[in-house]
């Protein structure tokens, strides 16, 4: 469950770091099927009703949930964006899915206070409710224009590899073959 950066704004889909996930997972005799429920443009508040029903009818082990960096471009309320953030979390839980939450960093649009504020709440909900955390998503690539596309918020197809590998310390542990 993720915004433009996991539904691949701008990439060809078969370029993204999902697709990449899934032919790693193939590669490594994982059994996993992915199933991207991502939407750019897509907040916590717009993903949180649309949880319940996709871990109902997909009913996943693992729950990724890369989501925030819309809220954040957006200014909303840190409460808002945490309490909605936890409460996918706790569904992801209670639907028998392993929660993997990734963290994102903003711009510092709104004041040093408040992006940093954004950036500790992914720590907080996965300490709060014993989650594993990728800290920073876009690491190593965010601030290389060789890897962002013109618009300088989406990586590009080179991109897209840093992405899943960045990801991947993270989610390793969680599988199972």
């Known amino acids: 469950m ?3 950066l996991s539904a691949g704004y701008g990439v060809n889909v078969d370029a993204t770091w999902v697709a990449l996930l899934q032919r790693r997972l193939a590669d490594q005799g994982y059994g996993y099927r992915l199933v991207n429920a991502s939407i750019s443009g897509e907040t916590t508040g717009g993903a949180r009703p649309r949880l319940p029903r996709a871990l109902q009818l997909h009913k996943p082990a693992i729950a990724i949930i890369e989501l925030g960096g819309n809220d954040g471009l957006r200014g ?3 409460r808002q964006v945490k309490d909605n953030l936890e409460a996918m979390v706790a569904q992801s839980q209670a639907a028998g899915a392993q ?3 990734v963290g994102m960093r903003i711009p510092p649009n709104y004041g040093p206070a408040y992006a940093e504020q954004f950036h500790d709440m992914y720590a907080e909900v996965g300490k709060k409710l014993g989650v594993p955390v990728l800290d ?3 690491e ?3 601030l290389n224009d060789k890897l962002m596309q013109a618009d300088g918020i989406h990586p590009n197809a080179a991109g897209q590899p840093l992405l899943l590998d960045a ?3 993270v989610l390793e542990p969680l599988l199972k073959k």
């Open 99 to 101: 929660p993997l939450l």
């Open 140 to 142: 190593g690539v965010a």
């Open 76 to 78: 909303l309320p840190i």
């Open 167 to 169: 990801l991947w310390p």
């Open 2 to 4: 993720g915004d433009s």
């Open 136 to 138: 920073f998503f876009l």
